[in-house]
């Protein structure tokens, strides 16, 4: 198993900004995808950005808002939030895929515990 810590999550009015953090340990050998996903109540999760070999997708809803960037050497991975609205609150959760925790070690992919992020007036 790999546990992922997460942080940065909170209240902030609209306009506001936040930077959440996500760390895998770096004991992991690699890991090929990290990413984030949002879940509001009552609805579905969905994905709000991913990273993978350098490419970076984010959805149509975030874009030029949110940026996710990656540190490798901690094997960490950042969202930032920025110019953030209501229809932003939602649990968000990171995701980690293709991760080998050896050498040659099977593919493994595992998700946060989540972080509230509530945007309010």
């Known amino acids: 198993q790999v546990q992922l810590v997460e942080s940065g999550g909170g209240s902030v009015q609209p306009g506001g900004s936040l930077r959440l953090s996500c760390a895998a340990p770096?004991?992991?050998?690699?890991?090929?995808?990290m990413g984030w996903y949002r879940q509001a109540p009552g609805k579905s999760r969905e994905l709000v950005g991913i990273?993978?070999?350098?490419?970076?997708n984010y959805a149509d809803s975030v874009k030029g808002r949110f940026t996710i960037s990656r540190d490798n050497a901690k094997n960490t991975v950042y969202l930032q939030m920025n110019s953030l609205k209501p229809e932003d609150t939602a649990v968000y959760y990171c995701?980690?895929?293709?991760?080998?925790?050896?050498?040659?070690?099977?593919?493994?992919?595992?998700w946060g515990q989540g972080t509230q992020v509530t945007v309010s007036s």
């Open positions: 770096e004991s992991v050998f690699s890991i090929s995808v």
């Open positions: 990273t993978s070999h350098g490419i970076i």
């Open positions: 995701y980690v895929g293709g991760v080998r925790r050896v050498v040659f070690g099977p593919r493994e992919e595992y």
